[in-house]
């Protein structure tokens, strides 16, 4: 029999940046991590630089890789979503004997895991789906991991995992999520929360630049006190990072070197389509990928650009009214993330109960707190939300927020207005501060649409004072009938 203590505790499939980087941090916590990468330069390259942080067991075929591992195997792939993972789960599941357990870290659509975690259980093997956010650095220094699949895989990984996580307060940041495919279902709306922050942030640059008239490095130091408080998270921080870049080759703010298309992979786009399907309105996800479709559309912008009327615009804020308008667009910045962060919440929600996982939301609010992209110190606030109300029917309605709102909905009012005045897109902005009036909304105009469903297709409609489903005979004598 093979000698279990010089096998590996993990291994990783997969060296680009996030998969090198991942094992490096393995290393250096101490276990023994065995490396394969379908071309060998990258196995070669990670060990000659960094062989020395560490026990790594470089092989050089997926044979050699699987018989390099302790069991249960614990096999961690680091490619790329899609047909590469399926790929390298069907070798690696070739090789693996029952209770070895697969391990995807990509970005992979949810479904698709809960495909692969039947197919890998029909053959006897663990698979769990792991979302594992904080780019680059945090692969290396200590990522947010949501890790799905059977909670029996749990056991003998969530240790492995935890001890490279990102930690707050002692707490690691991974916890496992629920059953098959809720760990990469909640990466994909983790990631749809980060486009709808991306964006509000950017939001908030282009009224201070372009309505207010300030400079990048002077709206730099904006977002770097804005840091200090109730906005502090690494979005805000990376942002006063962004702006006050130069660009050596122009001297330039390396902002305006930069070409106004942004781009995208998918998740953000997985995020809305999955919560079309679930009925869940998570209109400033939705906005944000359309915003960054739009800027994309490079073609159709240039045709329009000085072309379509503006009317006509308000003058930029004046001088005197600079600062007011600052604390504005801190305050709609502010009011709108919360708006972005419910509606994600809503989201999890549906599509865990909609699936059966289980996922509490106390566990994303704890375990986003450090290492993945979105983590913010308002996500203690989010926590304590859930601790008071583990049930409540919007993150909008928790009496901190409820509160916040008081302070933030006149400048919210004022950002809309003001931008809209100037002629200046806050697709955000706005959209978030009709989804809270309508939310507040004691009538919507649904009821109309009601009246003209049934008019033109008979579909009915409930009434405000009696139970039951009526129709207007619309084409007859419009007498109203019992449907
Ligand atoms: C993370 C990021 C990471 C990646 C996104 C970016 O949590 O670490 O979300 O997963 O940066 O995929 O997505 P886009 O390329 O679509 O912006």
Redo the contacts with the bound molecule.
């Keep these: 029999m093979t000698d279990q203590k010089h096998l590996a505790q993990i291994g990783v499939v997969g060296l680009a940046v996030m998969g090198s980087n991942i094992a490096r941090n393995f290393a250096r916590h101490g276990h023994t991590v065995a490396v394969y990468n379908r071309s060998p330069e990258r196995t070669d390259a990670l060990i000659a630089d960094h062989g020395d942080e560490g026990t790594f067991l470089p092989a050089k075929t997926i044979e050699e890789f699987v018989s390099s591992l302790q069991r249960p195997r614990r096999a961690l792939i680091m490619v790329q979503a899609g047909k590469a993972t399926d790929a390298v789960i069907g070798q690696l599941a070739d090789a693996m004997k029952e209770g070895d357990i697969i391990i995807d870290g990509g ?1 992979s659509l949810y479904t698709d895991t809960i495909r692969r975690e039947a197919e890998m259980r029909a053959r006897g093997l663990h698979f769990v789906g792991a ?5 680059e650095e ?1 692969a290396l220094n200590g ?2 991991i949501m890790p799905g699949g059977p909670a029996e895989s749990y056991e003998s990984l969530g240790p492995l995992l935890e001890s490279i996580a990102a930690e707050v307060d002692g707490v690691p940041c991974c916890t496992h999520i629920g059953p098959d495919g809720a760990g990469h279902f909640v ?1 994909m709306v ?2 749809g929360i ?2 709808a922050d ?1 964006q509000v942030i950017g939001e908030a640059y282009h009224l201070l630049r372009y309505a207010a008239g300030m400079e990048p490095k002077e709206i730099a130091g904006v977002f770097r006190e804005w840091n200090t408080g109730d906005l502090n998270s690494y979005l805000v921080e990376i942002t006063a990072e962004v702006l006050d870049q130069v660009d050596a080759e122009t001297g330039r703010p390396l902002i305006d070197v930069i070409v106004d298309a ?7 786009r997985w995020t809305v389509k999955a919560a079309l399907d679930l009925g869940i309105p998570v209109t400033a996800i939705g906005e944000a990928v359309f915003a ?1 479709a739009l800027s994309g559309a490079r073609a159709q912008r240039s045709a329009t650009t000085g072309v379509l009327p503006s009317g006509t615009i308000a003058g930029p804020v004046s001088a005197d009214e600079r600062e007011r308008f600052v604390e504005d667009v801190r305050r709609a910045l502010y009011a709108s993330k919360l708006v972005a962060y419910a509606q994600g919440f809503d989201e999890i929600r549906a599509g865990s109960e909609e699936h059966g996982w289980n996922v509490d939301p106390r566990d994303l609010a704890t375990i986003w707190r450090g290492g ?3 983590r913010a110190t308002f996500l203690n606030r989010i926590r304590d939300a859930y601790d008071a109300d583990p049930d409540i029917q919007s993150l909008l309605l928790d009496s901190y927020f409820t509160g916040e709102m008081v302070d933030l909905v006149d400048s919210w009012r004022r950002v809309v207005i003001n931008a809209t005045r100037q002629g200046l897109p806050v697709p955000v902005f706005a959209s978030s501060l009709s989804y809270y009036d309508s939310l507040r909304a004691e009538r919507l105009p649904a009821a109309l649409i009601q009246g003209q469903r049934d008019y033109f297709g008979a579909h009915t409609y409930e009434r405000t004072d009696r139970p039951g489903h009526f129709h207007t005979e619309w084409s007859g004598d419009r007498s109203e009938v019992q449907a």
């Design positions: 970005n979302g594992i956010s904080g780019g945090g990522p947010a990466k983790h990631n980060e486009y991306m942004a781009g995208q992979k998918g998740t953000g960054r993945c992209i979105i």
